[in-house]
């Protein structure tokens, strides 16, 4: 049966979710704060509006009567969800966990201490001075990130006396909202980070898709690679994790749920209710369902057999150096030249300074060597440029 998705947030990972409900019969409204943004390219229609305008919100909803709402982003005034709710809509995965992820005080009290999760030490601090004291509670080097904010933006390490107010500062330039008060956690000392998507259904066991791993700049994802290499001990403790969080939360959707791997465990670190920017590696087919596939099956309650690995496979981001409009790709045959790459260009029309304009992903068998994939990927991404136009 078909439904109608109102789509909130319009980026590339927005748009292979469009492509995949799309496949499925779907129709989608695609909305976003400019248009043209990539997921509008290929949607039904497509609405210009400040999502984090409540009125705003409440007036797209009402004219279009959507069955479910998929937030693909968090700058949202997603506290309206719960209304949503009410009226009978479906928000994916729930409008509590859209609620509670968005909000790093919210999910990170959940996970360490009504789940009783292995989490960093942690301390949260509203002003400069309570800021001072809670580096001091926590030591250094330590980790301060805003409440409400996303991609890495207000986040920064504190490793002298003399960092915390610019992290203070900094963190109040990159917060979303008017929210002051910033969490402080203790640095951990880990080996790797992963994500684990995690896919739990309307009807039927929550499911996991093999490791990822992946290496952020400027707090976000450069490249990512699946299976990432993690002892069998550790992937059932992760995924045990997984499971109580997402099961708090409610809801079916895939999850992109990080850890850190460390000498004396796996600890939890946060995840998204939606499908994760390093998820994005699956597109190369690593699995036989991509996280966008598996995303809108477990939106529209459809069955999910199995999720099997096909490939290795890695994904490289191509990055954006100058402000502008139009971009142009250079060095798009030098990838599609290579045996076993391909590349996703996710058609944004404006420029900025390392914005993700695209990736190049690279796949071997099942039994490669992962991290030569990888290394593949990144020499392969280097060799495209972004130029703006105008």
């Not at 076993?340 to 420029?351: M, N, S």
Request: proline share 5%; charged share 25%; aromatic share 6%.
């Amino acid at each position: 049966m078909q439904k109608k998705i109102m789509l909130l947030g319009s980026g590339e990972l927005g748009k292979e979710f469009v492509i995949a409900a799309k496949r499925l019969g779907q129709y989608v409204v695609a909305v976003d704060s400019y248009d043209d943004a990539p997921a509008q390219q290929v949607a039904d229609e497509r609405e210009v509006i400040n999502m984090l305008d409540a009125a705003e919100l409440d007036r797209i909803v009402a004219k279009h009567q959507p069955d479910i709402i998929v937030p693909e982003i968090e700058a949202i005034r997603t506290e309206r969800f719960y209304d949503y709710e009410k009226q009978g809509i479906q928000v994916v995965p729930s409008a509590k966990a859209a609620n509670f992820t968005m909000n790093r005080k919210a999910i990170r009290d959940l996970a360490a201490k009504e789940l009783g999760l292995r989490t960093a030490n942690y301390r949260y601090a509203n002003t400069l001075e309570e800021l001072q004291a809670a580096v001091q509670e926590i030591g250094m080097p330590c980790v301060v990130k805003p409440l409400m904010s996303s991609s890495g933006k207000g986040q920064s390490v504190i490793k002298t006396e003399a960092d915390v107010e610019n992290a203070w500062n900094y963190a109040q330039s990159g917060k979303r909202g008017d929210q002051t008060e910033v969490i402080v956690e203790a640095f951990v000392k880990f080996n790797s980070e992963i994500t684990l998507l995690t896919v739990t259904q309307q009807n039927g066991p929550t499911l996991f898709c093999l490791p990822i791993g992946h290496r952020q700049e400027r707090g976000d994802y450069q490249e990512s690679w699946q299976p990432a290499v993690i002892a069998v001990d550790h992937l059932a403790e992760a995924q045990d994790m997984a499971a109580k969080v997402t099961k708090a939360l409610t809801g079916a959707g895939i999850w992109g749920v990080e850890f850190f791997l460390a000498d004396e465990g796996v600890y939890f670190s946060e995840l998204s209710p939606r499908p994760h920017d390093t998820g994005m590696v699956t597109l190369v087919g690593t699995q036989n369902l991509s996280e966008f596939e598996l995303h809108a099956r477990a939106v529209l309650g459809l069955p999910i057999a199995e999720i099997t690995h096909e490939r290795n496979g890695a994904s490289a981001v191509i990055l954006a150096h100058k402000e502008g409009t139009k971009p142009v790709f250079t060095g798009v045959e030098k990838v599609l030249s290579q045996p076993k790459a391909d590349i996703r260009l996710f058609g944004k029309p404006v420029t900025r300074p390392y914005r993700r304009m695209g990736v190049v992903l690279t796949y071997d068998v099942p039994g490669s060597d992962v991290d030569a994939v990888k290394e593949r990927a990144m020499e392969l991404a280097q060799q495209v440029t972004v130029e703006p136009s105008l």
